[in-house]
Each structure stands twice: as structure tokens, then as C-alpha cells.
């Protein structure tokens, strides 16, 4: 599986920004796709996690009820919607792919990153 995350940039505190991570490859629909971040100087973080029908959906407490998961297996797509941005926010998103549903890093494949930055 080949991952492009896209969609980041700079946005003001309390503003929204909307990944999205496009799949081509092995069956979009069998995998497990997760989202990740990594601010300088911290270790990378789990954001969120989406079941391979969309079913089922995890999120890190520090973004609960802000972010939100979605897939589009028939489009290859998952996006991760970033609403009440805070400066906290600001790193280097991840999307990951695999065969477990976890919120670890132990995912198979990971995209290339994209730069969100939230200023105050």
C-alpha cells in the first residue's frame, strides 16, 4: 500500500483544516488506517483509527470530540477532520495503514507526512 497525505498548512487557533490520505495499492478496504502526529521534539503520537468498513472508529483523548475519522474505501480515501485547532495541535501528521486495529505504531505502511501548523 502506497500512502499521500495531504491537506496541511497554516491555520489560526480555533480554525478548522481537513487531511486526507489517499491509498493506491494492495485493496483499500482491507486495511486498518490510522492517523498519527509528531511535534519537534516529541515522539510520534496517535491521533486516530479507523476499522476497515468504517465502523469503528478510536481517538486520542487529547483530540476527542475535535477530530474526526472518515474513510471512502470506493475513492481510496481517508480523511481526518480538524475542528477547534489548538497551538498544541501543530505537528507533522501521519497516515498509516495495516492489519490490526491499534492505537500503537505498529502499523505496516506510513504515508509521508503533512505540515499543520496552528498559530495563537
Known amino acids: 500500500v502506497q500512502l499521500q497525505a495531504s491537506g496541511g498548512g497554516l491555520v489560526q487557533a480555533g480554525g478548522s483544516r481537513r487531511l486526507s490520505c489517499a491509498a493506491s495499492?494492495?485493496?483499500?478496504?482491507?486495511?486498518?488506517v490510522g492517523w498519527f502526529r509528531q511535534a519537534p521534539g516529541k515522539e510520534r503520537e496517535f491521533v486516530a483509527v479507523i476499522s476497515r468498513n468504517g465502523g469503528s472508529t478510536t481517538y486520542a483523548d487529547s483530540v476527542k470530540g475535535r477530530f474526526t475519522i472518515s474513510r471512502d474505501n470506493a475513492k481510496n480515501t481517508v480523511t481526518l477532520q480538524m475542528n477547534s485547532l489548538k497551538p498544541e495541535d501543530t505537528a507533522v501528521y501521519y497516515c498509516?495503514?495495516?492489519?490490526?486495529?491499534?492505537?500503537?505504531?505498529?502499523?505496516?505502511?506510513w504515508g509521508q507526512g503533512t505540515q499543520v501548523t496552528v498559530s495563537s
Open positions: 498509516a495503514a495495516g492489519s490490526y486495529y491499534t492505537t500503537s505504531r505498529n502499523y505496516d505502511y
Open positions: 495499492g494492495r485493496t483499500f478496504g482491507s486495511v486498518i
